[in-house]
């Protein structure tokens, strides 16, 4: 059943800096790097250990929990380092990446023709299966587990990222042979999300239930679009693929290549030229960031992902591995003379405390990574709610996850939560309590006591 | 160099150190930190607890300056020296000089006193164990002196604030985890520790007290007396004041309390800021108005006689329960503190509901006080959470049953 979910309670933060609708292609990045964090609760164990050359598509390691998870590399390159950290924790992969690609040959498939199990095993062979992702908890989709339905949100709302209809245009049939693949995987439905009024490249696919979906963010979040549809009980699991990885699954499926090639928006009030790039997965971000100039080079915070949700990757860093945004907004390491009682025009509120963002809005602002106040104990009440489109009350989800109470978590609904859904409560939080945080650390109690 | 340098080598110097609390505390007093986002989102929203309490504490400015004229104001009327307001708010009886003289003599040591000692107590705790000090006394420091009798002796409220903010709050582990109100825990303490300060006709009006010790000792002056409204209700004295004095504010109470007006111009000022909760306030007036219906319906049916001592506080009209006493005051100010008011938006409801039927209800059948205000929003600061359990048991219930939907 086709639904039309009408999003009400929620903020869309909008920000000086968006990407302008035109595609370049970015400088070919000399190193590129996969960090196993990317895979929230993978253990890697390596395959491809130094000084080994690999083509792309091939894998550089595996998940120690189950050995046919494969994690592949993005380029066919050179292993030059395997980055380790404290405890000789891996903290990346990083591969010189040759001039002429080769590609790794996975064969054409006829998806028609494949059952469940082929489809599968083709996708873990072919590092394409990490770009599954489940609820509960929010990690890569267990292959033993077949999920009830198969989510993919085509509408975005996430301030600054990039635009799904515009990334997406002219990959229909990637896209197509994607789903077809998907809806082998699950005996329900695969369900896409448009934006209502959009004109989405996914709003014409066969064998899938499609949904309109309006209003703010969190909107465009997965998880509220499977709250309003088919929402997630316990013991139920549901997958979920971001649109941007449905093309690199349909590339191999028809050309029996892995192609980690991703059109990224670069955004952010510290871009002189936002624009959206040509570029791989895993690439320098200084590949992108710098070709398009930069304001106070000295005073950026480089993200990969979105403002909301995105990874500090400083500008040596490089894309990850589920991003397709490359925010660059200003460090606000600074003070501010009377921040706490002077009248604000220029930061975004959802109070009418001296705070005049109420008046304005349409008005872009352009906001820096100061905290607006430190951090303090839970104090107001009410108002996370007004931004949070779940059944679920989430502060009390919150505190439940604060003092590990599995019990209360499972009761309050964390099956049916991710991270990312606790951005804006966290954004709009006057305590400045990491809301992201403590419910990553509850999901992963709950993961290792409940499984 | 400037001042912000200054202060930021400064905070580098005391980091780690014992005072870094203190010194922190009046360093973000100053200027907005220069903290950035190291986890999760990396933009947030333009809102911290200061800004929050300060608004508050903007609400209360207009009741303390009316507090602070009334204060000289009910001393001059009550010594016969001048007369009654005759010109609505702004009459200049009301607004003199003299008045304001007066009302700062005895109202700035309040203030100075409950900020003093509540502050210092704060920090201590806040350098004892070791974490910033937070910003719910900047509120509490304003309710306390408005909410007491002006001659309220200062080591008293000295006292009765260490009480308060040490068993009221510091005790469950700071702002944000007590469970009843600071502000109403220092003053119950007051009212069950010198009741005689506390109630009576003697002490809502400067000077009676030590006017009364005076003539109890031989000298030959004529008595102030200093009724409250209420006051003149339970004993069933005719009242000398009009609705529009009770409404706009020109009787004798608590420091702040009197002005109707101005605490329904500072609620609505909290509800549109969105800091307090309109919720809470019209559940709370609902509830107030139920219960002054009942009684009114208890007296029009004859069921209580003219002789009972309930009885000119049960006819009292409905809706006079709402402008008279501490009411408004209470239930703006102090059913809305969030850390120890229902938590859920449908727990607020039933919460302020219950505080208005309750307030009222204690008003009228208190014997010993006549104002209900503060012990009904202590009784459901105490009941807060089990209102809050029900609330969220009923979302858990409903996911269960979708399960049991499913799985049927």
Redesign the interface.
């Known amino acids: 059943m086709s639904k039309d979910i009408r999003i009400r309670k929620g903020l869309d933060?909008k920000?000086v800096g968006e990407a302008e609708k035109v595609t370049a292609n970015a400088t070919r990045s000399n190193v590129y790097a996969i960090k196993p964090d990317d895979f929230h609760g993978i253990v890697p164990k390596v395959i491809a250990k130094q000084g080994t050359e690999v083509k792309a598509g091939e894998p550089l390691f595996h998940s120690k929990s189950n050995e046919q998870m494969l994690f592949p590399s993005p380029v066919s390159g050179e292993v030059v380092e395997i980055v380790r950290g404290a405890k000789r924790k891996i903290l990346a992969f990083k591969i010189l990446g040759d001039k002429e690609q080769k590609y790794a040959d996975f064969e054409i498939k006829d998806v028609n023709s494949m059952n469940r199990d082929e489809v599968k095993s083709h996708l873990l062979q072919s590092g394409c299966w990490p770009f599954i992702k489940q609820r509960p908890y929010d990690v890569i989709a267990n292959p033993e587990v077949a999920p009830k339905a198969i989510f993919v949100s085509g509408y975005t709302t996430a301030?600054l990222a990039a635009d799904s209809d515009y990334v997406l245009s002219g990959k229909e049939n990637e896209v197509q042979a994607a789903i077809t693949a998907l809806n082998k995987l699950t005996d329900g439905e695969v369900h896409v999300s448009v934006g209502k009024n959009s004109d989405s490249p996914l709003s014409g696919l066969n064998n899938v239930t499609t949904h309109t979906v309006s209003g703010p963010h969190p909107a465009g979040n997965v998880s509220v679009q499977i709250a309003n549809v088919d929402?997630i009980?316990?013991?139920?699991v549901v997958w979920v693929v971001n649109p941007q990885d449905l093309v690199v699954i349909g590339e191999l499926l028809l050309t029996g290549k892995f192609n980690a090639e991703r059109v990224v928006a670069l955004a952010g009030s510290s871009v002189k030229n936002p624009k959206y790039f040509r570029t791989k997965i895993g690439a320098e971000v200084s590949s992108v960031v710098y070709d398009s100039g930069v304001n106070d080079e000295g005073n950026i915070?480089v993200?990969s992902g979105d403002?909301?949700?995105?990874e500090?990757v400083k500008p040596d860093g490089h894309l990850g591995y589920y991003h397709n945004t490359i925010?660059v907004?200003p460090?606000?390491?600074?003070?501010?003379?009377?921040?706490?009682?002077k009248p604000?025009f220029n930061?975004?509120?959802?109070?009418?405390?001296?705070?005049f963002?109420w008046l304005f809005p349409n008005k872009k602002y352009d906001?820096?990574?100061?905290?607006?106040?430190?951090?303090?104990?839970?104090?107001?009440?009410?108002?996370y709610?007004d931004v949070f489109p779940f059944?679920?009350?989430p502060?009390?989800l919150l505190k439940a996850c604060a003092v590990n109470d599995l019990d209360a978590m499972e009761?309050?609904?964390m099956y049916e939560v991710a991270?990312e859904d606790f951005?804006l409560t966290?954004?709009?939080?006057?305590?400045?309590q990491?809301?992201?945080?403590i419910i990553r650390e509850g999901l992963d109690l709950m993961l290792k006591e409940i499984g | 160099m400037g001042l912000?340098d200054k202060?930021?080598k400064l905070k580098l110097k005391y980091k780690d150190k014992k005072m870094a609390p203190a010194f922190n505390a009046i360093h973000?007093?100053?200027?907005?930190?220069?903290?950035?986002?190291?986890?999760?989102?990396?933009?947030?929203?333009?809102?911290?607890?200061?800004?929050?309490m300060?608004?508050v504490i903007m609400a209360l400015l207009p009741c303390l300056i009316f507090g602070i004229f009334n204060a000289g104001y009910q001393h001059h009327v009550a010594a016969g020296e001048i007369d009654k307001v005759s010109s609505g708010f702004f009459s200049p009886e009301f607004w003199s000089f003299a008045n304001l003289t007066i009302g700062l003599w005895k109202v700035l040591p309040l203030v100075i006193v409950s900020y003093g000692v509540g502050l210092a107590v704060e920090v201590l705790f806040a350098v004892i164990k070791k974490h910033?000090v937070?910003?719910?006394y900047l509120v509490t420091g304003m309710l306390v002196p408005l909410i007491v009798p002006i001659d309220t002796p200062l080591w008293m409220l000295a006292v009765a604030v260490i009480f308060g903010v040490v068993i009221g709050k510091e005790v469950f582990?700071?702002?944000?985890?007590n469970i009843l109100n600071p502000a109403l825990t220092i003053r119950a303490f007051l009212f069950f520790a010198y009741p005689t300060w506390m109630s009576g006709d003697k002490v809502w009006v400067h000077g009676a007290v030590e006017r009364a010790s005076e003539i109890a000792g031989g000298a030959k002056l004529d008595a102030i007396s200093g009724e409250t409204v209420l006051g003149s209700l339970a004993q069933g004295k005719e009242i000398s004041y009009s609705v529009s004095d009770m409404f706009l504010g020109f009787i004798p109470g608590s420091v702040g309390e009197t002005s109707a007006i101005l605490i329904l111009l500072a609620g609505l000022f909290l509800v549109?800021?969105?800091?307090g909760?309109w919720?809470i306030m019209l559940s709370a007036v609902l509830g107030a108005l139920a219960m002054g219906l009942i009684f009114n319906g208890t007296v029009s049916a004859g069921w209580i006689s003219e002789g009972s001592k309930f009885y000119s506080l049960m006819s009292t009209e409905f809706w006079h329960h709402l402008i008279i006493g501490g009411f408004a005051f209470g239930v703006v100010f102090m059913a809305t503190d969030?850390?120890t008011?229902s938590?859920?938006?449908k727990g607020?409801w039933v919460y302020g509901f219950l505080i208005g039927f309750i307030s009222i209800l204690i008003r009228v059948f208190n014997p010993a006080y006549p104002e209900g205000v503060m012990l009904a929003i202590l009784l459901m600061n105490v009941f807060a959470p089990t209102i809050?359990h029900y609330v969220?048991q009923g979302?858990?219930k409903?996911?269960?049953k979708?399960?049991k939907l499913?799985t049927a």
């Not at chain 1, 606000?332 to 003379?337: A, N, P, Q």
Request: net charge neutral; glycine share 10%; hydrophobic share 30%.
């Open positions: 933060i920000l301030p929402p009980n316990k013991g139920e915070r993200i403002v909301l949700t995105g500090n925010s907004i460090e606000g390491d600074d003070y501010e003379f009377f921040g706490w009682n604000i930061k975004i509120s959802p109070s009418r405390a001296l705070t963002s906001l820096t990574t100061n905290t607006n106040g430190e951090h303090r104990a839970f104090v107001v009440t009410g108002s709610e059944d679920i009350y502060l009390q009761q309050l609904g991270p951005a966290e954004f709009i939080c006057v305590s400045k990491p809301h992201q945080q | 912000k202060l930021h973000t007093f100053l200027y907005l930190p220069n903290e950035t986002t190291h986890s999760g989102a990396h933009v947030r929203g333009a809102d911290d607890l200061k800004r929050t300060n608004t910033e937070e910003e719910g582990g700071g702002t944000g985890m549109f800021t969105k800091i909760s919720r969030p850390v008011a938590q859920t938006n607020k809050d969220v979302n858990i409903k996911r269960m979708r399960l499913k």
